[in-house]
């Protein structure tokens, strides 16, 4: 029978860990994204665009852009 340890050497192991990384870095990447889009919305409010033209020139959600919005006031 496998011990931890013995399993952890396995390639199966090594692949399952390996793509669980890379899934976990693209995710926080893609949050990253997110939050320096929704950052730029205040700005973006302060000089006259609409928060669908945000919305639609950034790529997010107009959800996002009005709840910032929202939080701004």
């Known amino acids: 029978m496998f011990g931890l340890n013995e399993l952890k050497q396995t390639r199966v192991y090594q692949e399952a860990k390996a793509e669980c990384?890379?899934?976990?870095?693209?995710?926080?990447?893609?949050?990253?994204l997110e939050q320096g889009k929704l950052a730029a919305v205040p700005l973006l409010?302060?000089?006259?665009m609409k928060p669908e033209?945000?919305?639609e020139q950034l790529g997010i959600d107009l959800a996002a852009v009005e709840k910032v919005a929202q939080a701004q006031e």
């Open 45 to 48: 409010l302060k000089v006259g």
């Open 53 to 55: 033209e945000i919305a």
């Open 21 to 32: 990384l890379e899934e976990s870095l693209q995710e926080a990447l893609q949050q990253g």
